[in-house]
Structures are given as C-alpha cells and as structure tokens.
C-alpha cells in the first residue's frame, strides 16, 4: 500500500531534549512537508523539501531542524531551542508543480513535559 | 508571501442545510491551485476538493462545490445537503506551480446539528 507513515504517533520528552520525528512516504513524490498544529492556530508550515538534499524554511522554523538525504525519508528534529514544542505534528508530500493533491501522515502528539 | 485567511474560526449548520464557508488569499502569482482540506476529529488530512486558477468553471466533487473569484482572491466553499459527517475542521490551502510550497489557512470548525 502506498502511503505516508509518522512514527511515533505520541511522544513525551523531557524539556530540553532534542527529539525526531520519523516521516516516510513509498508515493514517490519529490515534496515533503513539515505542519505545526495548534489549537486556533490551523496549520503552520515549519520546513518544506522539493528535492533531495534541499529544503526551505516555511513560516515557523525556528527551533526545528529537518534533514532530506533519501527521497522517502524527510525527519524534523525538535531541538532544545523551540520554546513551545508541545504540539501536533503532520507530515505531507506532494508532486512537484501539479494540481494533485498533499498526501498527509497520521501525524504525531509531541508532549514536553 | 502568500498567505491564505479563513475569517470564520466557527460555523454551524442544520442536517440537510447548506453552508457557505469563505476563505480568501494573498497573492502576486497567476498560476496556482486552491484546495479545501477536511479534517474530522480523527485528525487525518482528507482532500474535498481542488481548484486550478486558470480554469473559470467552479470545481464540484457530488455536494461539494467552490465559488472560485480570482480578481477578488477568494475561494469559498460550499456544501449542499448537509450531512453529520461532515462535522469537522475545514482548511483552505494554496499551491503555486512553479514550486512546492503549500499554505494552509486558520481553519473553520464546522458544527452540523441533527
């Protein structure tokens, strides 16, 4: 089956741990995305990738760092720099300059506690 | 920098009824794609429906339909018969062409009341 796959789907921290997140995608897509979701606040884009080996900051990088050395894999590491890292995260990809559609993963509940 | 705006964070409809939620956007591109993301309580990203912004005719998927204006940038979207499992949060998302970017707006929580 072909698909985007979070893991884990809830993680609990320590305040001041670095933590990634896995994202895995088998669609063949060369964009990837990282979402932030807070209540009220709907999706905010962390980090986007359209190709190996290059990403773009989205809107709310800061305290995040994201790595894209194989096309399947896009993982987002929460550092201890991100003072609000509490949220729900969601992981995307897409094809490049079409129409279609963001396939979306499960998404992960980070807890810093 | 794109942006998209959703000026409705709470909308409520009767089973049946039809909703209108609004959605506008900023942008200096001419080519782009809008879509309408659903997201029920499980939390997972479901597509409802796409618009290219060269096409003039309003994108429709069964009761789902969208008043595309481009001059105005807005991309509102409506449901007709209204159904219980429409309950969810909505989202308005932009796309340019040319790239990869993909913006999301704040998100409409939708209410259907039996």
């Known amino acids: 089956d072909g698909g985007i796959t979070q893991s884990p789907k809830y993680l609990f921290r320590k305040e001041g741990q670095n933590v990634t997140l896995s994202c895995e995608q088998n669609l063949n897509h060369d964009a990837m995305y990282w979402y932030r979701q807070d209540p009220g606040q709907g999706l905010r884009l962390i980090y986007y990738s359209q190709i190996v080996n290059d990403f773009q900051k989205g809107d709310i990088a800061e305290g995040y760092s994201v790595s894209r050395e194989k096309k399947e894999s896009f993982p987002l590491t929460v550092t201890s720099a991100q003072k609000n890292p509490t949220a729900f995260y969601l992981c995307a990809s897409s094809i490049t300059g079409l129409s279609t559609e963001a396939f979306f993963g499960q998404g992960t509940r980070l807890t810093v506690v | 920098a794109q942006t998209v705006t959703q000026s409705q964070p709470e909308m409520s409809v009767q089973e049946a009824e039809t909703v209108t939620l609004s959605c506008t956007y900023d942008?200096?591109?001419?080519?782009?794609?809008l879509f309408w993301y659903k997201q029920p309580p499980s939390r997972q990203m479901i597509l409802v429906i796409r618009?290219?912004?060269?096409?003039?005719q309003n994108a429709t998927e069964n009761r789902f339909s969208v008043n595309f204006q481009k001059a105005a940038k807005s991309f509102s979207l409506k449901i007709s018969d209204s159904q219980l499992g429409d309950a969810a949060m909505y989202f308005c998302a932009y796309k340019v062409t040319s790239g990869s970017r993909l913006t999301f707006g704040e998100g409409t929580q939708l209410t259907v009341n039996p």
């Open positions: 942008t200096s591109e001419s080519d782009y794609y």
């Open positions: 618009q290219e912004a060269y096409k003039q």
